[in-house]
């Protein structure tokens, strides 16, 4: 009775190790999709102030959505 009590526990923990560790990967990657996006966002913007034409200001929306998405996207995760 106690190995069927120990293979279940070692089970479980192996489990949540694991879970752990995708959490912290998959916050990890999100957060440097973040920094990324944010980056392109903020140069894109340099470069509208710079020398404002449609394509740019098109890349900045477009950069801006991304964001706005992703933001979206962690709140949806919190609230949920």
Do not use: C, H
């Not at 069927?4 to 526990?9: A, G, I, L, P, V």
């Not at 964001?67 to 962690?74: P, Q």
């Amino acid at each position: 009775m106690s190995s069927t009590r120990s293979k279940w526990d070692w089970i479980k923990f192996k489990i949540k190790t694991s879970s752990i560790a995708y959490s912290k990967k998959v916050s990890k990657d999100s957060k440097q999709q973040e920094e990324d996006i944010n980056f392109k966002y903020q140069s894109a913007l340099k470069r509208l102030q710079e020398n404002p034409n449609d394509e740019t200001r098109l890349e900045a929306e477009n950069l801006k959505n991304e964001l706005e998405a992703l933001y979206d996207k962690k709140v949806e995760g919190i609230i949920i």
